[in-house]
């Protein structure tokens, strides 16, 4: 009988044992500094007494939040992203927020649906690697905010990037110090920020004095994608691959084994990303490593920033780490 009337105990309840009012208890309750200490604690006293606990989405209504963040990635099955939700949520959780999860499959026209209707349930969204064209994000982001971006920049957003760049200028300088001058990238989604910039810097390199040959093969994101080209990649006569991601290079590799193309003794072969299986495969793959789960911690920061009234501190940017593994060697003519 005890258990019964404490599970039904109410806001009314609380204030009556307490002798304040329902607005004084519903202030105590959702933390709010207004109350006098010695008021607060009666309350508290009387809460515990009763056994009471607010209702979450009654607490929810009154502060205007509902304590849930929410993170959209392109595909959820890749282990980039899977690091950067573990971060967020890992931090979220810390500061008593929950998360929600959801996936645009790689598909651009989803993720404007699903990022409005995630900010309709959430307090903030954090988009990871949107795919959706920049005039299409502008119009969004008022929307969305807070808002947080992973791997894209927009003026006026809090933003947090991978200099993909830098990352590609240190792949190519290990490959052109093993003597590889015929190049070839395995492209990512064309709709991809990203990929975007790692061509940019693959063919400006190309381009100023680097003595290489670049050749582009469309491909993808995923296991699958690399592997399916993987007879392509050896017709081409390069010496070398730089794969989008390391997803992508983990097919290639499967595919040249396949087809009896010794790696690194014929093709060298790069990725991009370091997930966490790059180091066991056969040979392990050499390449640029982002720091996955502080992008996601971080994220959490400059959203908290903004629920708290603040800037969310601008843009930031990270460069990679090279990481040189089994998957690269010298050519036959290569330096010695």
């Known amino acids: 009988m005890v258990e019964q009337q404490r599970s039904a105990a109410t806001i009314s309840g609380v ?15 959702n933390g709010r500094s207004t109350v006098a200490p010695e008021l607060a604690e009666r309350v508290l006293a009387a809460a515990r007494a009763l056994d009471y606990a607010p209702s979450q989405v009654a607490r929810s209504l009154a502060l205007g939040r509902t304590a849930t963040i929410a993170l959209i990635v392109p595909d959820l099955s890749n282990p980039m992203f899977q690091d950067v939700l573990r971060g967020l949520s890992q931090a979220a959780g810390e500061d008593g927020h929950r998360l929600l999860i959801a996936e645009s499959n790689e598909q651009v026209e989803d993720e404007e649906v699903l990022a409005l209707e995630a900010r309709r349930r959430c307090d903030g969204v954090v988009l990871a690697s949107p795919r959706l064209p920049t005039a299409d994000l502008e119009r969004l982001a008022p929307q969305l905010a807070p808002l947080v971006l992973i791997n894209r920049k927009l003026p006026g957003v809090p933003s947090l990037s991978v200099d993909y760049a830098a990352g590609i200028q240190d792949l190519v300088a290990h490959l052109l110090s093993l003597g590889h001058r015929r190049i070839v990238y395995l492209a990512g989604p064309p709709a991809s920020t990203s990929n975007r910039e790692r061509l940019d810097a ?4 190309s381009r100023d004095g680097r ?3 670049l050749l582009q093969v469309p491909c993808g994101a995923m296991f699958e994608n690399g592997h399916a080209v993987a007879g392509e ?9 730089v794969a989008f991601n390391d997803m992508v290079a983990f097919g290639a590799l499967s595919g040249l084994h396949e087809l009896g193309v010794s790696v690194p003794g014929q093709i060298s072969m790069t990725g991009f990303d370091d997930i966490p299986f790059a180091r066991f495969t056969t040979p392990p793959l050499t390449s640029a490593a982002v720091p996955r789960n502080t992008l996601g911690r971080q994220a959490w920061e400059r959203l908290r920033m903004q629920l708290d009234g603040n800037d969310g501190a601008g843009a930031a940017d990270f460069r990679p780490r ?5 998957s690269t060697g010298r050519t036959a003519e290569g330096p010695r």
């Open 15 to 29: 204030a009556q044992v307490a002798g304040v009012s329902r607005a004084t208890v519903s202030r105590v309750m």
């Open 202 to 205: 693959l063919i400006k390199l």
């Open 211 to 213: 003595e290489f040959e």
């Open 233 to 241: 990649v050896a017709a081409s006569g390069a010496t070398a691959v």
């Open 322 to 326: 090279l990481l040189v593994r089994g």
